[in-house]
T-cell receptor, first 112, second 112 residues
Framework: KQEVTQIPAALSVPEGENLVLNCSFT??????LQWFRQDPGKGLTSLLL?????REQTSGRLNASLDKSSGRSTLYIAASQPGDSATYLC???????????FGTGTRLQVFP | DGGITQSPKYLFRKEGQNVTLSCEQN?????MYWYRQDPGQGLRLIYY???????QKGDIAEGYSVSREKKESFPLTVTSAQKNPTAFYLC???????????FGPGTRLTVL
């Protein structure tokens, strides 16, 4: 059974730092991996989608990488800002399922 | 604006009552999903539908029911059989191109 783990569970950093959030999954037979952001009491916002054939995706200050063989993905946030404070979730879609399996998230706080 | 809407934002229910949560999308997506989110836990899949007039149980379907009579709409009914219904409920949909999943703003259900 696929399991998705995110470490750390919480992270607090000063503004301007570059930081890395980690996501690991137990079964490498995935169709894609998606990173989301969730603000308190809100829905999820899609940040980046990496197909299984891709190694990374970039959007602005965000860069997500995927290493299927090791079952890992990282979300890199450059020059962090207080507005980046949120919970970040990763999710994998397995082949022929059309379903996402979510990690429990990393709660990020960026202080001025 | 294209997107997913959920209503109501907050919902209060007395024990023993059934309630229906609304989810509408104008993204022309075929697949739609209902998740439940509890504090400290990841998202758990309740039901999903890959096409009109068809739906499948997710991991925690007991005490819930759905219908998919129209492509745009996927309402979720929380029945009195659901023993612990207080939670944050999220609806999502997926396009056919790359399977990127998009979420609505959520409904917070509280049982009094």
């Amino acid at each position: 059974k696929q399991e998705v783990t995110q470490i750390p569970a919480a992270l607090s950093v000063p503004e301007g730092e570059n930081l890395v959030l980690n996501c690991s999954f137990t079964d490498s037979a995935i169709y894609n991996l998606q990173w989301f952001r969730q603000d308190p009491g809100k829905g999820l916002t899609s940040l980046l989608l990496i197909q299984s054939s891709q190694r990374e995706q970039t959007s602005g200050r965000l860069n997500a990488s995927l290493d299927k063989s090791s079952g890992r993905s990282t979300l890199y946030i450059a020059a962090s800002q207080p507005g980046d404070s949120a919970t970040y979730l990763c999710a994998v879609e397995e082949y022929n399922t059309d379903k996402l399996i979510f990690g429990t998230g990393t709660r990020l706080q960026v202080f001025p | 604006d294209g997107g997913i809407t959920q209503s109501p934002k907050y919902l209060f229910r007395k024990e023993g009552q059934n309630v229906t949560l609304s989810c509408e999308q104008n993204l022309n997506h075929d697949a739609m999903y209902w998740y439940r989110q509890d504090p400290g836990q990841g998202l758990r899949l309740i039901y999903y539908s890959q096409i009109v007039n068809d739906f499948q149980k997710g991991d925690i379907a007991e005490g819930y029911s759905v219908s998919r009579e129209k492509k745009e709409s996927f309402p979720l009914t929380v029945t009195s059989a659901q023993k612990n219904p207080t939670a944050f409920y999220l609806c999502a949909s997926t396009g056919a191109v790359d399977n990127e999943q998009f979420f609505g703003p959520g409904t917070r259900l509280t049982v009094l």
